[in-house]
């Protein structure tokens, strides 16, 4: 709309003025008529659905009542093969959907069998069949057993009624006499009769309904299998129609009323009913174009008026125009006088509506800009001595302060910014931000966007000159609104003295902790010389204070390797040598290990894998630290009693390891420190339990070597779950790097930094 002319705003303003009501009015009466025929078309879906559910109740309710009157005939019901073979032949004869009925005693012998072709002498034991069973369990409860597809994919059923001892009370007309869940002897059953009936016809017999012009009715099973369809070729090519949309909401129970897409992939209107006998289904569907067709003509009418409409719209729009855009021609006109300076010059004011008034406003406007100008003017020098008071306050900074303008060029620059590279703030000023100073990053240069408006934070950057190279952090404040002088502002933090220290600490760390290797390994080594010859010398007492001796000498050996391994980590001289490692099988390994420690709080370790291989390339050495520090943890954080389960499983690419406890977690504040070093929980220092907090930020250091992660799940007083995951082995990314590695492994060998990089 800016880019436009004002008679082309005004054209347009009348279209939505006119037409949009117009538009909206269709539309609702569209959308109205759009729902009362979905409505009815809903309504008459779930009536034509009951019915079907009815009558498939009703069809196979009827073969159940017939083959139960057939089995309380004298020859069926006392197993007489002459006269029975007689009566099914008549039987099967009478009822077009029966394929085959059959006539066992109680031992699930076949007595009788009789198909739509006469009598077949071959007989079998059906005891262990499904029907037999159920209808002999059952104890008179008749038995429909699951749809049966044959070679030409014809659906069929097989249906079992047991043969009861006829009884003087009992009511014929609920010929099933046995309650269901009332327990009858066996003595009471003396055979099956099994029918097996076709479900072919049960769509031209039963189910021949029409919904709507083009709407119709299927079943399908309670596993999604069709049974009946209006299409026969359809539904013998296509057995399964689980995936339908319709169907698989009816296998879910939602019995619902939808629009979906049906099974030929057509847009419908859909609704199902559960065949409340068998749990089947009867599916209702009606195509959208077929409800929705009595909308086409709305569609007709509404666009005629709508285009006559926009007519009569063009011609009031053209008359209006004219009206309005000559004095704003004028307005224009006066607009570039008073652009060009000239402030007195003055608009013939020829009307007393709301555009006269306009055009003597604009004659009192230049009279004012006169006014306002020589105000700036003052104004002006004012903001120019204050810019030169904030110079003076920017220089006397002791961070360095650096402004730049909208072209990168430094405007302002205090001298501890210029210290670092060595030169004053004169030899700087004027230059391009991007040549005067470099920001590097890990040896790599860091660009940074000085044209988006936003404050950004840039920590661990060194910034090279010819002398020296400094650590500083930066704070690059981007201005929303730029002005001609500055655009950015960046304060620089110099860290240089503060990195030399911390260096200076971490070399401490390790040079005292190399040094008290020495004398403690003579101390153990005496220790446990005490132990072998001396020990059984020794009172109990004594025997006791060289045992805890012995443990205080192993304690402070772990934590000595803690510190050498911290000051690995921090100086990045850290390596590890990978080879392809089972992964469950060294897990496994050192669960057993640590099965004594867990005995002695009456602990239980449940490893668990789900893959019985699984290969990663690793540093056995440094992962098996990593899992021996999580299960330490699990079992000495863990509650007496208490189980503790290990799991490794595969997830894509990755593998996971995770430790479960129950014990008392870890509180949503500590998670983000957890992985520091020297931090410890704080329930862990009233528990008792002892411990540096080296472990977790040693195992963080080593999962990263491998191109890993590590990290917790926990709710505090219901347990933590530590976990780490790996890279699955795969030859074409690892196989140069485990027999690189292998080549130069040691016992322990972490000398430096990552060798994949």
Aim: overall charge neutral; hydrophobic content about 40%; charged content about 20%.
């Amino acid at each position: 709309m800016h880019g436009l002319k004002i008679r082309h705003k005004i054209l347009l303003l009348f279209l939505f003025v006119s037409l949009g009501p117009l538009l909206v009015v269709n539309l609702a009466l569209i959308f109205t008529t759009q729902s009362q025929l979905k409505r009815e078309a809903f309504v008459r879906q779930n009536l034509a659905a009951t019915q079907a559910a009815e009558r498939v109740d009703n069809f196979l309710g009827s073969k159940i009542d017939n083959l139960i009157f057939e089995s309380q005939t004298s020859a069926v019901r006392l197993l007489d093969t002459k006269d029975a073979s007689l009566n099914l032949a008549t039987y099967i004869k009478g009822d077009r959907d029966l394929l085959d009925i059959t006539l066992a005693n109680k031992q699930g012998k076949q007595l009788v069998v009789v198909n739509r072709s006469g009598l077949i002498e071959k007989h079998v034991n059906i005891a262990a069949s499904d029907a037999f069973r159920a209808a002999t369990f059952l104890a008179g409860k008749e038995y429909i057993g699951p749809v049966i597809y044959d070679e030409n994919r014809s659906p069929h059923v097989l249906i079992a009624v047991p043969l009861i001892k006829f009884n003087q009370q009992q009511d014929l007309s609920h010929l099933s006499t046995a309650e269901f869940g009332k327990y009858r002897s066996q003595s009471d059953i003396t055979g099956v009769l099994i029918g097996n009936y076709s479900l072919g016809n049960l769509w031209d017999s039963v189910l021949s309904i029409k919904i709507g012009e083009q709407g119709y009715a299927y079943v399908v099973d309670d596993k999604g299998n069709l049974i009946a369809h209006p299409d026969d070729k359809f539904r013998r090519n296509n057995q399964v129609v689980a995936a339908v949309h319709q169907v698989n909401h009816f296998l879910e129970g939602k019995n619902d009323q939808h629009q979906s897409t049906s099974e030929r992939g057509q847009a419908v209107l859909s609704s199902s009913k559960e065949i409340s006998r068998t749990k089947w289904g009867v599916i209702t569907e009606e195509p959208i174009s077929s409800v929705y067709k009595e909308v086409s003509a709305l569609y007709r009418l509404g666009i005629s008026v709508f285009i006559g409409a926009a007519v009569l719209v063009f011609v009031l729009s053209f008359l209006m125009r004219k009206q309005i855009l000559t004095p704003i021609q004028s307005l224009s006109a006066g607009a570039d006088r008073l652009g060009s300076g000239d402030f007195n010059y003055k608009l013939p004011v020829k009307t007393n509506d709301e555009l006269g008034h306009l055009a003597e406003n604009f004659n009192k406007m230049g009279g004012n800009l006169s006014l306002m100008i020589g105000s700036l003017k003052d104004k002006n020098l004012t903001l120019e001595i204050e810019h030169n008071k904030l110079n003076s306050i920017i220089k006397s900074v002791s961070d360095g302060i650096v402004a730049i303008d909208n072209n990168h060029k430094i405007v302002s620059i205090n001298p501890p910014a210029a210290k670092l590279l060595d030169r004053s703030d004169t030899e700087i000023m004027g230059q391009q931000i991007e040549h005067a100073y470099q920001w590097l990053h890990d040896d790599k240069a860091v660009q940074i966007d000085y044209d988006k408006p936003g404050i950004y934070l840039y920590n661990g950057l060194v910034v090279p000159s010819p002398n020296k190279a400094s650590y500083v952090n930066l704070v690059v404040v981007i201005l929303e609104n730029k002005t001609s002088d500055v655009s950015a502002i960046i304060t620089i933090r110099d860290l240089t003295q503060s990195r030399e220290l911390e260096v200076m600490k971490v070399d401490f760390v390790a040079i005292a902790a190399h040094e008290l290797r020495t004398p403690l390994t003579f101390l153990r080594g005496y220790l446990e010389l005490m132990k072998n010859q001396d020990a059984p010398k020794l009172p109990p007492d004594g025997q006791e204070r060289l045992h805890r001796a012995l443990i205080g000498t192993d304690q402070l050996s772990t934590l000595i390797n803690n510190l050498l391994n911290v000051s690995r980590v921090e100086r990045g001289s850290m390596e590890i040598h990978m080879t392809k490692v089972d992964l469950p099988k060294l897990v496994n390994s050192l669960c057993n290990q640590q099965q004594s420690s867990a005995k002695m709080k009456n602990q239980k370790l449940i490893f668990s894998a789900k893959e019985p291989e699984i290969t990663v390339p690793a540093d056995a050495s440094a992962l098996s630290e990593v899992i021996n520090n999580l299960l330490n943890n699990a079992i000495k954080y863990s509650p007496d009693n208490g189980q503790i389960e290990i799991n490794v499983t595969r997830q894509d690419d990755l593998a996971r390891v995770s430790v479960k406890d129950y014990g008392l977690g870890i509180p949503p504040e500590a998670k983000s420190r957890l992985f520091r070093k020297f931090y410890r929980v704080e329930h862990s220092l009233t528990t008792g339990n002892r411990g540096t907090g080296l472990g977790l930020y040693i195992s963080k250091a080593i999962i990263e070597l491998h191109h890993g992660e590590i990290g917790v799940e926990s709710e505090a007083g219901k347990g933590s779950t530590f976990y780490f995951t790996l890279p699955i082995y795969d030859d074409a990314k690892h196989a140069k790097l485990v027999s690189e590695t292998n080549q130069v492994m040691g016992t322990r060998g972490w000398l430096k930094k990552d060798p994949t990089n």
